[in-house]
Every structure is written in structure tokens, then in C-alpha cells.
């Protein structure tokens, strides 16, 4: 026999091969080793043989189909010496299925009885045989160990050892269950008892906010603009009237406007006739806004030989300009806010969404904390037009009038916030009450509720003093299949369906199932691919 190492490639096998001399040749291969499960490597083991025959000892059931082809023996047992070797407890433990070790075990208890009679030389007169020598009670002795044996046999592989694991990840589900309640204010603080009555109770907070504002409007008549005079020139043999109020407009986009009118001769010539431009002296004003109309600010200050142009005049740009001789400055941001009506307007929108806001925020701090002191629970009534908002006094700073120059104004605005409040335990054991209630027994079970799922679907009715409102209420919680329960009708169907069939059959209709997320399967003893035949020895554990 060659044992071949893990490591060994198929060149180390052949020359391994190349110096056995005998016949029969057999090879023992580590589990899992590549050469098994590759043809063309098998091949040529088998062409390099040399006519050898070749018995493959291994614990690798999965390349039996490759052996086969190639017609290369594996695990055969050939006699009782073979039997007494280390390797054959190997096989027993790897290669051998429930019908093969029978067989080994007939042919074992065969070959004992076949000595004994070949030794005595009397094979078809064992009664003499064994009266003449006394050997009588022996072999009945024999027989019947031999029968005893195969029965107690049958019944521990198959009857007390033979059992399935079916471990199960269950499919999860979601479900929503709803409830109609009836949310209603105690009296006197009397808690209600009923099952289908949550009492709630009334919950108020105080806010105030003061806020300043600043005036959007600005009084363009107390800016003190810069002005100064800039000379116009003329290049054209005409005059030129420029009307009060024409636009100049700087390198800058800044625009500018004359105050008068502005009368420029025409041009004249020298004695070379070259054109000489007449000059023209005029007052220009800053205007408010730049060409694009953005509020300009302090940008009004130029330096002097500054070019101004007439805008939208393309043509005449060249020939007709003003030139500053002086830097035009004396602008002074000397301006006045003028209060308007709709600051105020604006003010009130902008601080009432505020205030109620932050009045909502001290609202369930407030809640928080009482919750926190007494050990509570309580929720605000997730309804629509639940929260209240009341006493809404605005309060101005004195004299504050619309138009008045002012540059910012206060607002202090006082509000009342009221809500009811229920207590969220209270309703979420009811609700689980009911869940556990709607779950079929021993079936199915309850993995978990979602608490932040709690919701208010549908208001049935709604009325005041005292405030009383019926609405449905929704929960969401997972729920699976109890799969651990052998009494579960749908748990003995799936044990029928799959019992005494292949462990890969019976895993792919287990996978299909719906109420089905995964399955694994493990049977005892290890040789054995098929589920146990009883039901009672296939056994469901769930695996969350």
C-alpha cells in the first residue's frame, strides 16, 4: 500500500507508482485531496499504472461517480486480513452507508462459518460434524448471535439512533393590529374602568418671547449724495442738449444724473482742421441704485479723470462723454428707517411661528420632567387639531407708530399652549393583550412590538366638555411560526411531507415553505443521507 501526502501532485504519485512491483496496487489519499476530484488527473493515474490494478482508500465520498468511470476500485474489502488493518475503521466511519456495512458484516459472519466448515471437511454434513466433535452447541450459538446481532442492528440504526435535526429560521412577519378606543377626560380625576376607555387629562404651558426687528425701509432723502461738477466734451460739429435728470455712467456700473440742462456748442476745427471738442461744465448727482438696480451704498465716491458715458448710447460714446476734473465725493451714510405697515405684519408672522414653536418645545420638556418626578408614562394625543394655542398678547415699545423713523422696533408676545396627554403604557398593555389574544395558540409567536409604530389611523367621533374622542389605534409587531411545537398541526404536516427522503430533497421543500426563511439539517449517525422514517425522531428547533 503507497500513502499519499496532502502535498503530493500527480507526478509525485507516478513516481511513486514507477517502483512498486507488485500487481495490485493500492493508494491511501487524505481526505479532500484535488487529484480526487479531477478526471484528467485521475486519467492519467490510471494510464500510468501500468496495468496495475488500483484500489483508492480514502474518506472522500464525493468522487465516487469520477471513480467509477475510470473504472478504479475504491474501499473494497477482499479478505479478513484487509479487515485488520488501521486503515478499514477509516472506511468504516467515511465511505460506508447503512446497506454496504450490512453487507460487511453478513459477509464477515459468512466467512467465519465457511472456516470452521472448511476446516472440518465436512460441508454438507454439519450435523455430524458437529455432533462427531462436540461442536454442536457452538455453532447453533453462532447462528443465533449472528441473527440477535443483525436485529439489534436493525433497531438501533434504524428505530433508536436514527434521528433528524431540523434546525429552522422561521420567516418573520409584520402585522398591524388595530383597536377602537375611546380617549376621554376624567372628571375630578376619576380613572375609568373599562377596557375599551384610555382616560386622558389636560395639559397646559405658558411661552413668551421678545423679538427686535429691523425697519426694511430706508428714507432715500436723508442720504447726502455725492455731487460735485464734471465737464462735458463734445466731439461733434453740432450742439448737443443734454435734458435735466440724464444718466452718466461710470467704469463702475454707478450711475449719475444731471441736475440742468446742459447746452454744448459743436464742435470746431483748427487751422490744420483737426476737430477741436468744446468743453462744457455741469452738476451731476449720485443716484440710489446702479445700472442693474442694486442698492449702491458708499460706492458713490469716484476718483477725478474718471470717464462717464451715456448709457444705451453706443453709437455716441465715443465722441460725446463727461470727464470728472475733481474727485466727486461728500456722500455721508447719514440715513433714516421709516416704519412700515407691513414690518409689522411681517414681525408677527415670523414670531408667531416662532413662539409656537418653542412654546410646543417647552410643552414637552415639561412633560418629560413630570413623566421623569413621577414615574409616568404620559404622551401627548397624536390627533390632528389636538394642540391649542390661546392668549396671545403682543406688547410694542411705547409711541411705536407706522412711519415713525426708527431704525428697530420690539415685539413681546405671550402665549398659551394646551394639549391633552394619555398614558402610553396603559394603552400598549391593551394592546398587547389583544395581540396575544389574536395569535393562534401553541402556533404562532410573538417576536416583538414595535412601540414607536403606536399611531392614531381614523377618528370616529370627537366632542367637547368633557373632551371625548373615538379613533382606531394601530400597532405594528413581528410574529413567526412556533416551530418547536410537535403538537402544531402544520409542524406534523411538514414532518410527514419530508420523512424518509434525501437530506438535499427534504432541505429544498423545508426552503420553499412560506413560513420558511431558512433550514439546515443534521442526522444521526452521520452515514445516514436519509430523514428517520418515524416522525416522532425528526425533531424541529428553531434558530431566531
Not at 429560521?169 to 376621554?184: L, S
Not at 471738442?277 to 479723470?305: E, G, L, Q, S, T
Not at 463727461?322 to 405697515?341: D, G, S, V
Not at 432541505?507 to 430523514?531: D, G, Q, T, V
Amino acid at each position: 500500500m503507497i500513502k499519499i501526502e496532502k502535498k503530493d501532485t500527480i507526478i509525485d504519485i507516478i513516481e511513486k507508482i514507477k517502483f512498486y512491483k507488485w500487481k495490485n496496487l493500492t493508494l491511501k489519499f487524505p481526505f479532500w485531496h484535488p487529484i480526487l476530484h479531477n478526471y484528467i488527473s485521475l486519467k492519467i493515474l490510471k494510464n500510468k499504472s501500468w496495468k496495475k490494478n488500483i484500489t483508492i482508500i480514502t474518506g472522500d465520498l464525493t468522487s465516487r461517480k469520477i471513480w467509477k468511470q475510470l473504472w478504479i476500485k475504491y474501499s473494497i474489502i477482499k479478505d479478513r486480513s484487509f479487515i485488520k488493518e488501521n486503515e478499514v475503521n477509516d472506511l468504516l466511519k467515511y465511505n460506508f452507508t447503512f446497506i454496504w456495512y450490512f453487507k460487511f458484516i453478513i459477509k464477515k459472519y459468512v466467512k467465519e462459518l465457511s472456516n470452521i466448515v472448511l476446516q472440518n471437511r465436512e460441508i454438507n454434513k454439519i450435523w455430524k460434524y458437529t455432533k462427531k466433535y462436540e461442536s454442536k452447541y457452538n455453532i447453533w450459538f453462532f447462528i443465533i448471535s449472528l441473527i440477535v446481532s443483525v436485529l439489534l442492528f436493525l433497531f438501533i440504526f434504524y428505530f433508536a439512533v436514527n434521528k433528524t435535526y431540523v434546525y429552522i429560521t422561521p420567516e418573520i412577519t409584520i402585522k398591524t393590529k388595530a383597536k377602537n378606543f375611546i380617549f376621554k377626560e376624567s372628571i375630578n380625576n376619576v380613572i375609568l374602568k373599562d377596557d375599551n376607555i384610555i382616560t386622558i387629562k389636560p395639559f397646559s404651558s405658558i411661552e413668551n418671547i421678545e423679538k427686535t426687528f429691523i425697519t426694511t425701509w430706508i428714507d432715500h432723502n436723508s442720504i447726502i449724495k455725492s455731487k460735485w461738477e464734471v465737464i462735458f466734451i463734445n466731439n461733434y460739429e453740432e450742439e448737443i442738449k443734454l435734458l435735466p435728470n440724464t444718466r452718466l455712467l461710470s467704469k463702475k456700473w454707478l450711475l449719475y444724473e444731471t441736475k440742468n440742462w446742459t447746452v454744448i456748442p459743436a464742435a470746431t476745427k483748427d487751422n490744420f482742421w483737426k476737430i477741436v471738442p468744446w468743453i462744457r461744465k455741469n452738476k451731476i448727482v449720485a443716484k440710489d441704485f446702479d445700472i442693474n438696480w442694486y442698492w449702491i451704498w458708499n460706492k458713490w465716491n469716484i476718483w477725478w479723470n474718471e470717464i462717464l458715458t451715456l448709457p444705451w448710447l453706443k453709437s455716441k460714446k465715443i465722441k460725446l462723454y463727461a470727464k470728472t476734473f475733481w474727485k466727486i465725493k461728500w456722500w455721508k451714510n447719514n440715513y433714516q428707517r421709516i416704519l412700515l405697515k407691513k414690518d409689522i405684519e411681517n414681525a408677527k408672522i415670523a414670531i408667531e411661528n416662532e413662539l409656537k414653536t418653542k412654546a410646543l418645545k417647552k410643552l414637552k420638556e415639561n412633560l418629560k420632567k413630570e413623566n421623569n418626578l413621577n414615574n409616568t408614562n404620559w404622551e401627548i394625543l397624536l390627533i390632528d387639531d389636538i394642540i391649542k394655542y390661546s392668549n396671545l398678547e403682543i406688547k410694542w415699545i411705547k409711541n411705536l407708530k407706522i412711519w415713525n423713523k426708527i431704525k428697530n422696533f420690539i415685539i413681546n408676545w405671550k402665549i398659551t399652549i394646551k394639549t391633552y396627554i394619555y398614558n402610553k403604557n396603559l394603552l400598549e398593555n391593551k394592546l398587547k393583550n389583544i395581540i396575544r389574544d389574536s395569535i393562534i395558540e401553541w402556533s404562532e409567536k410573538i417576536l416583538s412590538i414595535n412601540n414607536k409604530s403606536l399611531r392614531v389611523s381614523n377618528i370616529i367621533y370627537k366632542k367637547n366638555k368633557p373632551f371625548e374622542v373615538k379613533a382606531t389605534t394601530e400597532v405594528e409587531f413581528l410574529i413567526l411560526h412556533d416551530f418547536s411545537n410537535n403538537t402544531d398541526e402544520y409542524t406534523k404536516k411538514l414532518k410527514n411531507h419530508i420523512r424518509w427522503i434525501k437530506k438535499e430533497e427534504a432541505k429544498n421543500i423545508l426552503i420553499n415553505e412560506e413560513k420558511i426563511s431558512n433550514a439546515n439539517i443534521k442526522i444521526r449517525p452521520f452515514f445516514i443521507n436519509n430523514i428517520s422514517n418515524i416522525t416522532d425522531n425528526i425533531i424541529f428547533k428553531v434558530v431566531e
